[in-house]
T-cell receptor, first 113, second 113 residues
């Protein structure tokens, strides 16, 4: 069974810092890996999707990398802002279990002014 | 498009009562997913549909849970009878097809007393 782990569970940084969130998974047979953002009391918003054949994806100040062989992904946030405060979830779609997503428990990020 | 629509947004009920959660996916999306989120277990897939047909219901906790998708624009998740341990946030998500990103609704916060 695919296990997805996110480290750290919580992170607090001052505004302007660059930061890295980590995600690891145990089964490298994946179709893709996705990063989501969840604001308190809200649903999930997709940030980046990396196909298994890709190494990274970028969107604005966000950059996500994927190393499938080692079972790792990182989400890099440049020049963090208070509006980035949210929970960031990593999810993996396995290639042997249909179209379901396996989620990590998330990293709760607080960016202080 | 209005996105994935869920109702009700909040539900408080007493143990033993029937609970029905509703979801309207994004028009044209072939896949619909039901997830449950708790602090202890994070986000877990309950069931998903492809073209209104249930494909994988292995995540449904027990017979008290049932889900239907009578047409492409509507799905229900029913809990009968409800128990306090069913208290969680229930998310519905949809996606166009293939291995693409999922779009989540705002969730239904269920509290069973």
């Amino acid at each position: 069974k695919q296990e997805v782990t996110q480290i750290p569970a919580a992170l607090s940084v001052p505004e302007g810092e660059n930061l890295v969130l980590n995600c690891s998974f145990t089964d490298s047979a994946i179709y893709n890996l996705q990063w989501f953002r969840q604001d308190p009391g809200k649903g999930l918003t997709s940030l980046l999707l990396i196909q298994s054949s890709q190494r990274e994806q970028t969107s604005g100040r966000l950059n996500a990398s994927l190393d499938k062989s080692s079972g790792r992904s990182t989400l890099y946030i440049a020049a963090s802002q208070p509006g980035d405060s949210a929970t960031y979830l990593c999810a993996v779609e396995n290639s042997n279990s249909g179209y379901a997503l396996n989620f990590g428990k998330g990293t709760s990020l607080l960016v202080t002014p | 498009d209005a996105g994935v629509i869920q109702s009700p947004r909040h539900e408080v009920t007493e143990m033993g009562q029937e609970v029905t959660l509703r979801c309207k996916p994004i028009s044209g999306h072939d896949y619909l997913f039901w997830y449950r989120q708790t602090m202890m277990r994070g986000l877990e897939l309950l069931i998903y549909f492809n073209n209104n047909v249930p494909i994988d219901d292995s995540g449904m906790p027990e017979d008290r849970f049932s889900a239907k998708m009578p047409n492409a624009s509507f799905s229900t998740l029913k809990i009968q009878p409800s128990e306090p341990r069913d208290s969680a946030v229930y998310f519905c998500a949809s996606r166009p097809g293939g291995h693409e990103t999922q779009y989540f609704g705002p969730g239904t916060r269920l509290l069973v007393l």
